[in-house]
């Protein structure tokens, strides 16, 4: 089933300027991940935030995680035309099965 | 590198043949995984290995099979395409323990074409 729920589902930026996206879920999970996918390829893992963390940094991108409201952000600091990509957040309810959300289209403008 | 391989890349099937879809890994790691991807929609997972153990997705069709033969090589078998089927079939790999879970390495991808 899918848990989490990415919103907006499509967001135009200029480059140098910061996306952010949000995604909520339903039930209880053991981690958030989030994943990058270009047109046509595989998915590339970002960063995974376990339950029991708030927020985790890695370069350029930033994740919170508020499991009281079950919701988590993704912020891409400083963008860039290279960083224009689907981004999907996927919930791991302890069982290393992830549920997918459906994915923000982000179009980077140089 | 260590990596996920998919082949082929783009495959094209009739309706009704069955046709085959593989995955192999460099990785060592003991789950593996298939999805399925329509486009602009996210990835759906069919079925995933824990090792030998094959867990399938409650929705998953009946139409929809696997094989791991080895660790290294897990491999998608559609038994009677429909037009319905055609999408990007992704593989992915993952270490897993009962302690903890970790991130998933996909492959390139299948995209298959149903005529």
């Known amino acids: 089933s899918q848990q989490g729920e990415e919103d907006p589902q499509a967001l135009s930026i200029q480059e140098g300027e910061n996306a952010t996206m949000n995604c909520s879920y339903k039930?209880?999970?053991?981690?958030l991940q989030w994943y990058r996918q270009n047109s046509g390829r595989g998915l590339v893992h970002l960063i995974l935030?376990?339950?029991?963390?708030r927020e985790k940094h890695s370069g350029r991108l930033r994740v919170t995680l508020d499991t009281s409201k079950k919701s988590s952000s993704l912020l891409i600091t400083a963008s860039r035309a290279a960083d224009t990509a689907s981004y999907f957040c996927?919930?791991?309810?302890?069982?290393?099965?992830?549920?997918f959300g459906k994915g923000n289209q982000v179009v980077v403008i140089p | 590198d260590a990596m996920v391989i998919q082949n082929p890349r783009y495959q094209v099937t009739q309706f009704g043949k069955p046709v085959t879809l593989s995955c192999s890994q460099t990785l060592n790691h003991n789950v593996m995984y298939w999805y399925q991807q329509k486009s602009s929609q996210a990835p759906k997972l069919l079925f995933h290995?824990?090792?030998?153990?094959?867990?399938n997705e409650a929705d998953t069709p009946d139409n929809f099979q696997s094989r791991r033969p080895n660790t290294s090589f897990c491999f998608l078998d559609i038994r009677s395409p429909g037009l319905g089927d055609a999408a990007m079939y992704l593989c992915?790999?993952?270490?897993?323990?009962?302690?903890?879970?970790?991130?998933?390495?996909f492959g390139p991808g299948t995209r298959l074409t149903v005529t």
């Open positions: 290995y824990y090792d030998k153990d094959f867990n």
């Open positions: 935030i376990r339950s029991n963390e």
């Open positions: 039930t209880s999970i053991n981690n």
């Open positions: 992915a790999t993952s270490t897993w323990d009962r302690a903890s879970s970790y991130e998933q390495y």
């Open positions: 996927a919930t791991d309810a302890r069982n290393n099965r992830l549920a």
